[in-house]
């Protein structure tokens, strides 16, 4: 943590942005507005101009916090002000402890703050390619890092139908009524789940880009079916071919965390990539998830799942991107941090 007296630097990274071709001419003269494995290995090896990034979910990102309190860290990320910050501190067990704050609370995971926290790290070259893995509140979990880009474990997905809701005063008209939607809007092939790959979301799947786009949450409403059902929030998408290139395009609210809309969460991706598996015929083991294309103004996103598979079945997943630094700010607190002994992680 660089911190003079009581004052600490945040990095603003946004995690999952969208790379584009800048400068390449063969990959202009190709048309591609997004780079594969190889063009990334070419580009990073100086054979191409680098592509720059846009779009993404800016996160804070605090690193050597390991003199701070809870209460400092809830302090952080207030003054920060984004939708979750990251604090990096060492660990006894794995490569790095990660504590994950909203501005209202404390959050066990945090999918763009740990993509854009790694890529950072991996910029730094604090961590470097291959297997690493974070501590967090809820335990251990692997990252790995390949070619720049940070990817996450996530578990075997659980999923909950309406029916099961029952008993917690939430049926799937009162979820469609908190977002503005009919029945008629929805995909006649999916209805509502709640899914848990790591934190529980409900995933909606809506018709099309159309249906996408006209969604009104309200968010008093979404809030009290969080709480009820202990989500993080809700995710409603479209597989619609018209509204996106990639296997679905998403929307996410979660106003139980203080967020309104979000442009990439890299936990909700997971388990909507999982669905898309179980449930919808996508049987591949690897799945792009777009999101914040239908936001306002717009935060192209993009967040890459792969699956592990056992006889046809997830057994966990890892959920992944790019991350890119936007700008520095420097927080004072109301009280100076404990200053830590030695130097942060490798």
Same mark, same amino acid.
């Given at each position: ?253 979660? %106003? ?28 591949? %083991? ?10 306002? %103004? ?49």
């Amino acid at each position: 943590m660089t911190h003079t007296e009581a004052t600490v630097t945040a990095r603003i990274v946004n995690g999952f942005v969208t790379l584009k071709d800048c400068g390449d001419p063969e990959l202009l003269k190709a048309g591609r507005d997004g780079l594969s494995d190889e063009d990334l290995k070419r580009v990073g090896n100086g054979g191409a101009a680098r592509p720059s990034a846009t779009g993404g979910n800016p996160a804070g990102v605090v690193l050597d916090a390991d003199g701070l309190s809870d209460a400092q860290m809830l302090e952080i990320a207030q003054k920060v002000g984004l939708s979750e910050t990251a604090f990096v501190s060492r660990s006894e067990t794995e490569g790095f402890k990660l504590d994950f704050f909203t501005p209202t609370r404390r959050i066990a995971h945090c999918g763009h703050a740990t993509i854009a926290t790694f890529s950072y790290l991996a910029e730094l070259g604090r961590v470097s390619e291959g297997e690493t893995s974070k501590e967090t509140v809820d335990g251990p979990r692997k990252i790995i890092i390949r070619d720049g880009a940070a990817y996450m474990e996530q578990l075997a997905p659980r999923y909950e139908d309406p029916s099961e809701w029952a008993d917690r005063g939430v049926q799937e008209q009162d979820v469609l009524n908190a977002l503005g939607l009919t029945p008629e809007d929805l995909n006649p092939r999916f209805s509502p789940k709640l899914a848990n790959t790591g934190n529980s979301f409900v995933l909606v799947a809506v018709k099309d880009g159309a249906a996408l786009k006209a969604v009104k949450p309200g968010l008093a409403q979404l809030e009290a079916i969080s709480e009820a059902l202990d989500l993080i929030g809700f995710y409603v998408f479209t597989t619609d071919p018209g509204a996106t290139s990639a296997d679905a395009t998403a929307r996410m609210f979660a %106003p139980r965390y203080g967020i309104s809309e979000e442009s990439a969460t890299g936990m909700a991706a997971g388990p909507l990539a999982c669905a898309l598996y179980d449930h919808l015929g996508v049987r591949r %083991p690897k799945l792009l998830i777009e999101q914040g294309h239908f936001m306002e %103004p717009a935060s192209p996103s993009e967040i890459t799942v792969e699956l592990n598979l056992d006889a046809g079945r997830v057994t966990g997943l890892m959920a992944g991107g790019y991350g890119a630094v936007m700008k520095e700010l420097q927080i004072k607190l109301d009280h100076s941090p404990v200053p830590a002994v030695g130097g942060g992680n490798d």
